[in-house]
DNA sequence: GATGAATGAGTTTTCATTCAT
DNA sequence: TATGAATGAAAACTCATTCAT
């Protein structure tokens, strides 16, 4: 009854507010980011935005809600069969480097944002949480395979050693994000490898021989 | 003519004002932290506050002045002169986690206020910034006397690896906060040190031997 | 052309509308009813209502029509010929309290409603003195019909005996709203039928004895 | 330490604040008057507003108890130690008209504004009813001093009759604000005594012979 | 200098009404 | 004619900052 056209006049309509949105929290935050600033950014009227989201903080955690399944798509799609382990490590590392720093003005921003904002929004921090968890799960996996598989020490405590790395990657942005210093990526980038591969003390020189 | 008392008068209100604004952006940051909030937990009077402070933001970076100077003196204070490059790095570590993650209830959150809180106040940003330089050329000495000395890889970017480890450091704490999800310390602690002192990859298991 | 089915349609919807209203205005009011609220409680969508009535105003005073009608017509149809004015009057009281108070969670709720509501909105309020002139000429032919006959004293004035009885009945409804506080309607009834027999009645003067 | 001048100042604006108050929500009515009219016509700033009451609620509150004390006040000083329960009554009634109907325009508008108010203010409602149980109270205590003297008949329900006078007497103001028709105060306020003294008077058996 | 009342621009949110489809 | 998405003026309330006392 009520025509194609208005569905998708409804679907472009909230997506245009998702995406000013995105723009306006990455940029200034939420609480940087009043709602008129999204009606002038949008173009889309006050109440309008009002009757696709009930409120602000709403409008906030749908656009979290989509980038996080952006992100877990992204990882679901990231492995062929036959990556080995660490394979699969270097390209989730390169992933994280390259999603999250790479054009770093935009990109790491809106993700950094949420984690900030979540300390001070329940229902933020319990989808964070949730997502944080999906992800570590995913990062544990991968490590116990690489236990199994004997290319990964045994020795070493497997939740902790996904939370050092999951840690050190946001921390990179987090880092970028506050002190407002780039750091070479690639060069980064490389060391993490070295990090995660050999350490970086010198006792473990004769690996690569 | 102005007595003695007067002084410390000033000074005991000035530190008043300092420690409710403490307990207070730390726990509420500095949007959720309003002026009255702070008269009302320091017990001095906004004119007060005012005239000992000319705005919010200037509250807020002296505060985060003073934090920083405590953390550099502590830093400063850790190493005795027999401490060999391993030992130092452990302590900096150790002393980070006592610090950041040990109560985190308390501790760690006015640091990453501050941190969350740069990427949206400039002053704030470029004092960030100083103060991650110190901090950041601290590391690098150590891993460079490392270096020197033959226990640390030669082929490695060292300001790539103080910055990650920095940034894994802090990162812990920020995803604590982020997540409401606290880690096992000890265990984090003790693989994180396994991390830079071996890797995590079996390859380097002759190292121990 | 038009099917009596199409007219018979506009007829529901239009009832649909005015009985939603009917259920919110009485329990909301006329603010706390918002045109969205209607819309769902009647299953009509906006762009009918407004087809049907011109504004939030016009719905609201055709509802206030229709139950001023219907209150006309039960007033109409209370007597037989062989009322005595006593009789006439005791069915006028039974059935105001019947009406207003017997059920007075739902019934007087929407007559009060409109008599607030009236101090406010100059339509209402003219069609509620144009009703409230009807409703009090009726009185006064019923008290005239009593003086004239001797059943009821001729010192008084008429006009004001009519008012205080509607006041006095309309004052109960009105108060019991107010506060909340429902009073015995039986006792308070028949304290009322004293008040108006021994009061006004010429025969008073000697029932007691 | 706070002069003596702030002091009156602040009792100052907060009169002015309540006065105006006053003037609009008699006039207007409660969703009739937003703070910015009350900004208005007090001269007094938003911020100062919020700063003297909570909210828009507690002011009208805060309006209400002032009234309602006013109120109490004027009945207990109104009756001297000779009054006659004959005298007490026709005291109460005279002053209720005076009040609420010689100067309409300003006087029971207020009045019945808080009544009208109550039934949609949970909090107005509480007090009202608090209000009109110590009103009630003080109805009920003349008519058993009637009862005991033998002024008034004994065959009545004393709750019941107060109820009705209150409610009549409120019902007339009630009617004036719903219909904007004037009544002839001196007419009403004359067949209402006689009402009250021929109808429930026990000397009213024998009054007219 | 200290006090805290006052200021007013700015925030989030609501809702009667309109109008393209 | 019916639909419901869109409009935008207006509401309640906040808070950093000022300034008379």
Redesign the pocket.
């Known amino acids: ?3 194609r ?2 569905e998708e ?2 679907f472009d ?1 909230h997506e245009k507010i998702l995406r000013a949105a995105e723009v306006l929290f990455s940029r200034n935050g939420y609480n940087g ?4 600033d999204i009606v002038k950014e949008s173009g ?5 935005i ?3 989201f009930e ?3 709403s409008l906030y955690l749908e656009l979290q809600e989509q980038q996080t399944a952006i992100g877990i798509d992204q990882l679901k799609s990231l492995f062929t069969p036959k990556d080995s382990v660490m394979q699969k490590l270097e390209k989730v590392i390169q992933i994280q480097f390259d999603n999250t720093c790479a054009v770093p003005e935009d990109n790491c921003r809106m993700e950094m944002e949420f984690l900030v904002t979540a300390s001070r929004m329940d229902k933020l921090r319990e989808k964070i949480k949730d997502n944080f968890e999906v992800v570590h799960q995913f990062g544990v996996d991968i490590i116990n395979e690489g236990v199994k598989k004997g290319e990964i020490r045994q020795d070493i405590d497997v939740d902790s050693v996904v939370s050092i790395l999951l840690a050190a990657m946001n921390g990179l942005s987090f880092l970028w994000l506050a002190t407002g210093v780039p750091f070479d990526l690639e060069k980064v980038k490389n060391t993490f490898l070295t990090f995660v591969f050999k350490g970086i003390m010198t006792a473990s020189r004769d690996i690569d021989s």
């Open positions: 009854m009520t025509p056209v208005t006049q409804y309509t980011t009043s709602m008129n889309v009227s006050k109440g309008a009002y009757s696709h409120n602000k903080e």
